[in-house]
T-cell receptor, first 115, second 113 residues
């Protein structure tokens, strides 16, 4: 597709369960970013990848959160032992090069609700 | 601590008038600033950007002004149109952070016909 694709668009889970959120970036974009947006707030940085490696994971809130990008394209954000406070919209974005200044292209997000 | 702040959570303006959105930042390492627009149930979309070597950038109805000494930027939309009703986010990045953006909390704009 032409844009950043995120699945699922909505995920409802129970406290303590494991969740995976997937991001398919724009073809040819080497940099991929995960953000989290809670209600009424701006997107909050979680992690970004340059190719296959995590260049900066300083925004991951704790060790329950993990993300991979094994082939330098699709990325999966994994959340273990979900908590109600993890409920948010998880946004993925991509850009041509992590080091180049320019816009990030965002997907529509995956809304996670932890009951 | 919030490094990028948008102190006005909402703004209401009449169609055809000017909308002015403000943003303040605290990190002096930020040297590139962007504005994003977000409709409900959609991801943020890029609107306009400005590098710290400039103090103004214009694109059609949208103009961004940067005041480095005050660590302040603003977005002017003129004339405002009903389709501009959305949430607007200010974002900033620094060279050392690559293209990682730090966002403000957003300003919801309502343009009344």
């Amino acid at each position: 597709g032409a844009g950043v694709s995120q699945t699922p668009s909505n995920k409802v889970t129970e406290k303590g369960k494991y969740v995976e959120l997937r991001c398919d970036p724009i073809s040819g974009h080497t940099a991929l970013y995960w953000y989290r947006q809670s209600l009424g707030q701006g997107p909050e940085f979680l992690i970004y990848f340059q190719g296959t490696g995590a260049a900066d994971d300083s925004g991951l809130p704790n060790d329950r959160f993990f993300a991979v990008r094994p082939e330098g394209s699709v990325s999966t954000l994994k959340i273990q032992r979900t908590e109600r406070g993890d409920s948010a919209v998880y946004l993925c974005a991509s850009s041509r090069l992590a080091g180049a200044r320019g816009e990030l292209f965002f997907g529509e997000g995956s809304r996670l609700t932890v009951l | 601590d919030q490094q990028v702040k948008q102190n006005s959570p909402s703004l209401s303006v009449q169609e055809g008038r000017i909308s002015i959105l403000n943003c303040d930042y605290t990190n002096s390492m930020f040297d590139y600033f962007l504005w994003y627009k977000k409709y409900p149930a959609e991801g943020p979309t890029f609107l306009i950007s400005i590098s710290s070597i400039k103090d103004k950038n214009e694109d059609g109805r949208f103009t961004v002004f940067l005041n480095k000494s005050a660590k302040h930027l603003s977005l002017h939309i003129v004339p405002s149109q009903p389709g501009d009703s959305a949430v607007y986010f200010c974002a900033a990045s620094g060279k050392a952070a690559g293209n990682k953006l730090t966002f403000g909390g957003g300003t919801r704009v309502l343009v009344k016909p």
